[in-house]
């Protein structure tokens, strides 16, 4: 049936929306039908069968259930999180230390939720994670965005002095960094760490998502005697599991207990918390997969590069490569050969996810195709 007049004429304008909301677009990615599709950082490998049936096992356990709430601080989720978390980063932590949600977006806004807000802001360091951003927005804190050197990484000093001039309540730290796959050492963050402090206690959030695919360590150990430093995780990237939404983060438990001051009430289903234990019990299998990735985005870089691109070093399952004089035009003709990849609106620049070897091959294809006609 179609609209009236007044309901076609009516849209979000119209609404009586936050100023701080007015004109904003939501985050998405185009989802495309296209051949080969390497535009939103998916781990590309199903998971494995066994895998598949232990999901399955465990989700009949809990479906018996589920006339009941799920367990509301999810005890033997983060408890395996926690294990997790100790096993590969060689730095103990417990479930006291450990909070989980609805994927790392949710975890983030439970922070500012809990530390930003009205009359408070967040800085973070751009080009970024655009939902840092957004979220902040969301949660009607205010947003300031931090100054990168040209090669995308952070300029400590600029982002020193920005975070001493603005003193802001939370500070987001992106490492490996998304869109540009560059990592952040340990220094900078330290840098920036006491530098939030120096003028008042502020929230440093290190955003490490990506961080299974790096070529260096978790920066979890710096959390030890920083209860104002938090790491933020998820299961979307190295476990495969984008469709699953569970991500966590790592803290002082004191901030594990102020976040449930903001949780809504049995957030994490029950078939969640069931589906992520099962992955759990098969991480060795599922870190062989990203290995497998990480050699595929190192091949990414090096034939991007002796194809004539410049390229990002990246320390994540995506590369940034470039430059373009119309990246949304190359975008369009690397689509046009099958191809979705990411134009994330950073002048002269692209992303590619790093997919399967086959998937990969089509890209390169379509990358040296398009240097090919612009060489003739």
């Known amino acids: 049936m179609e609209g009236t007049d007044e309901q076609v004429n009516f849209g979000i304008d119209d609404l009586p929306v936050r100023d701080e909301l007015r004109g904003k677009s939501p985050y998405g990615a185009p989802q495309l039908d296209v051949p080969v599709r390497l535009n939103t950082n998916e781990n590309p490998y199903q998971l494995p069968e066994p895998l598949v049936e232990r999901i399955a096992e465990r989700v009949r356990e809990a479906a018996r259930d589920l006339n009941r709430y799920p367990d509301r601080d999810a005890v033997e989720l983060r408890t395996q999180l926690a294990k997790y978390l100790t096993d590969t980063s060689g730095h103990e932590v417990g479930l006291a230390n450990v909070w989980a949600a609805n994927g790392s977006n949710e975890v983030i806004q ?32 205010g947003w300031i965005s931090g100054p990168r050197n040209a090669d995308f990484t952070v300029d400590v000093e600029a982002a020193v002095q920005a975070i001493s001039e603005n003193q802001p309540d939370v500070v987001f730290i992106t490492t490996p960094n998304n869109p540009t796959g560059n990592a952040v050492p340990p220094e900078t963050v330290l840098a920036l760490y006491e530098a939030a402090q120096a003028a008042k206690p502020s929230m440093v959030v290190v955003d490490e998502a990506y961080i299974e695919f790096s070529h260096g360590d978790s920066l979890l150990p710096l959390i030890e005697g920083r209860p104002n430093l938090v790491v933020s995780r998820t299961m979307s990237k190295a476990f495969g599991a984008a469709g699953l939404r569970l991500g966590y983060l790592a803290a002082h438990p004191a901030v594990v207990d102020a976040v449930q001051l903001v949780r809504l009430p049995y957030h994490l289903s029950a078939v969640t918390q069931a589906t992520a234990l099962a992955a759990l019990e098969h991480t060795d299998t599922l870190l062989k997969y990203v290995e497998q990735l990480k050699s595929e985005r190192d091949r990414l870089v090096s034939e991007l590069r002796a194809a004539g691109y410049e390229v990002v070093e990246s320390d994540a399952n995506f590369v940034q490569f470039g430059r373009f004089e119309d990246s949304h035009t190359a975008w369009q003709a690397i689509l046009d050969r099958g191809v979705l990849v990411r134009d994330n609106g950073i002048p002269g620049w692209l992303r590619v996810s790093a997919g399967t070897p086959g998937e990969n091959d089509a890209f390169l294809d379509a990358v040296r195709d398009i240097k090919k006609e612009q060489s003739a």
């Open 110 to 141: 439970q922070l500012l939720q809990t530390f930003g807000g009205p009359g408070r802001t967040a800085i973070g360091f751009e080009p970024s994670y655009s939902m840092h951003a957004l979220i902040a927005r969301g949660t009607g804190t």
